[in-house]
């Protein structure tokens, strides 16, 4: 398999644990990011003489089958995957990833080459090794290979004929009491039967069903089970554009990316990931004044100190490589509004196990009480400038969000007088905005008494700020797609910032403007822009953060929640009706 710096990978995981297949705390394969003194940070597969090679996921599943084909005619088939499964009861996601390789054609000969690295690429762990295992002593944790391939061909990467199925399980330092080949298959079936068992239940549309299956299972794995936490992307300092600054460690929970992914899954009818993340928003050790920062760790960590590593150079050697986000540091209003609306459903949904109560609504109010204190307060945005603050329109409808949806809740629990000061709250909050976020023109602005634009201002209307008919929203729209728009792509901003003018366009900013587009009656316009997004895609159907306009080539964390649930939201809204198919 090759280890190439490029975006066509696959991903798998299980809630616990993931992993990009071309084939990352601390990655032990970080070879995505070019360790700078070893050649390691890898588990590959080399088969002699490849010529050709393919990937697939198993239908409606995260388990993925890599082909790979030599000039002499010999073939072999990888399948990888993370066992989640249910038993018990419960549903259970063990740290392991599991490999197994298989002959399919000729007599192919392959090498196994296992090159775990730790502390970021710095140095190659001590091995030890028994009769049927290797164990690799990283910082704080043991990684155990147990195989039923002979020992010598893994450890000393022997090349060797491939005459039968092998099966290489990594994990904790365990003992496998099953023979690798019985737990393989095993954890193979169980985890088939639980991927296709939620996707069944799944709500989606009529058209583009692959495509949003594909793209519910990612955002599925983006949820870390221990705690609920969802992260932006599985990636750290994957460049937003070539040679650029622009890199960043996505793989935290920002408050705003998982309300979009909960609100998206909610859409498909998968409520247990709101679930599971609201345990997540109420665990948070907030300040006593309801204070959000805009990021957390998945285990609800505060301090993401940003540093760089050093040891490794970088995608495609573009560094420098991130660990840790200073953005923790930053004031973004929009946080309050994001967790309102991540939790609305839950006091309205009857499906659900447990409903929204008095309790948790008096936590969402500490969130309320914040947004409208912050209301005309400046902040970075939801772009996230670090050298510049202003009254963004978009913080201050989210903040409008939280008091309104807050609104809406008092009055399902019969709570009068808060329903009536959270309504009194949201119309001051919507007076203020129409009164110093519209342009002469009469589009809206990205800021308050500014001039500017970002594509923000096209969820406007879907936050039920205005309505899509609305002459206010429909100008918006227009002028929009008039500034930033670079053929079937959209810019989050074209105005330069921290560091210069942006080249790339941000894939969710064109899925608004799908939706937008739809929603205002250009409904064949929307309907081609969002068949042509989809041809970005990588060939397993997964999005990066950013799509190069002149390329299309994908930049950016990857796989981005972001992007996946701009196209799950566009699907549902321009698709036909299931009666108008059958």
């Not at 398999?1 to 616990?16: F, V």
């Not at 330092?173 to 737990?183: I, K, M, N, Q």
């Not at 994957?238 to 909960?262: H, K, M, S």
């Amino acid at each position: 398999m090759s280890t190439d710096a490029s975006l066509d990978l696959g991903i798998i995981g299980n809630g616990s644990i993931a992993a990009l297949i071309a084939f990352d705390g601390d990655p032990v394969f970080c070879a995505l990011l070019s360790p700078r003194t070893h050649d390691a940070g890898y588990f590959d597969i080399a088969l002699d003489g490849e010529s050709a090679h393919s990937q697939r996921y198993l239908d409606n599943s995260a388990v993925l089958v890599t082909e790979l084909a030599s000039s002499d005619g010999s073939a072999i088939e990888i399948t990888d995957f993370a066992p989640r499964y249910k038993q018990y009861g419960r549903y259970f996601h063990p740290m392991s990833l599991i490999r197994s390789v298989r002959p399919i054609a000729g007599a192919p000969r392959i090498t196994l080459r296992l090159r775990p690295l730790a502390d970021y690429g710095a140095q190659r762990p001590e091995r030890t090794f028994g009769s049927n295992h290797l164990r690799f002593l990283l910082d704080g944790v043991v990684l155990r290979a147990t195989t039923d391939a002979p020992l010598p061909m893994l450890r000393d990467e022997l090349p060797f004929l491939l005459d039968r199925e092998i099966h290489i399980v990594l994990g904790p330092d365990e003992v496998l009491t099953d023979a690798p080949a019985r737990h393989a298959r095993a954890m193979r079936e169980a985890t088939l039967d639980y991927w296709r068992d939620w996707v069944r239940y799944l709500s989606i549309p009529a058209e583009w069903q692959e495509a949003v299956i594909r793209a519910a299972i990612t955002l599925k794995l983006s949820q870390y089970e221990g705690t609920g936490a969802i992260v932006a992307a599985m990636t750290t300092s994957i460049p937003e554009a070539p040679g650029t600054q622009r890199n960043w460690d996505y793989r935290y929970c920002w408050l705003r990316d998982a309300a979009f992914v909960v609100r998206a899954l909610n859409r498909l009818g998968a409520t247990r990931s709101m679930e599971e993340y609201l345990r997540y928003i109420f665990n948070l050790a907030v300040s006593a004044d309801g204070a959000l920062a805009p990021v957390y760790g998945i285990h609800f960590e505060r301090e993401l100190i940003e540093r760089e590593a050093e040891h490794l150079a970088g995608y495609r050697g573009m560094g420098p490589v991130r660990v840790g986000n200073d953005a923790w540091r930053q004031r973004q209003h929009d946080a309050y509004g994001s967790v309102v609306l991540a939790a609305t459903q839950l006091f309205f949904d009857h499906r659900l196990a447990v409903s929204g109560d008095a309790a948790a609504y008096a936590r969402l109010e500490r969130c309320g009480e914040a947004a409208w204190r912050l209301r005309e307060q400046a902040d970075a945005g939801l772009w996230e400038f670090r050298s510049r603050a202003l009254v963004h329109t978009y913080s201050s409808t989210m903040c409008w969000a939280a008091c309104d949806r807050l609104a809406r809740i008092a009055s399902a629990l019969h709570l009068d007088e808060r329903a009536t000061l959270w309504r009194e709250r949201a119309n001051e909050i919507r007076t203020l905005i129409l009164s110093r976020a519209l342009h002469r023109d009469g589009h809206f602005v990205d800021a308050f008494d500014g001039n500017g634009l970002d594509a923000s201002l096209l969820l406007l209307a879907d936050l039920g700020f205005v309505a899509y008919d609305d002459p206010r929203y429909r100008a918006t729209v227009d002028v929009i797609g008039r500034e930033l728009r670079r053929g079937d792509h959209m810019f989050r901003y074209i105005a330069p910032d921290d560091f210069g003018a942006p080249e790339t366009s941000f894939a969710i900013c064109s899925f608004w403007y799908v939706d937008a587009l739809a929603a205002t009656g250009r409904v064949a316009e929307a309907r081609a822009l969002f068949e042509h997004l989809l041809t970005r895609r990588n060939p397993l159907g997964l999005l990066s953060e950013d799509l190069h306009p002149a390329t299309g080539e994908l930049w950016g964390n990857f796989p981005q929640t972001y992007s996946l649930v701009g196209l799950i939201n566009s699907a549902m809204r321009l698709s036909r009706r299931w009666e108008d198919l059958l």
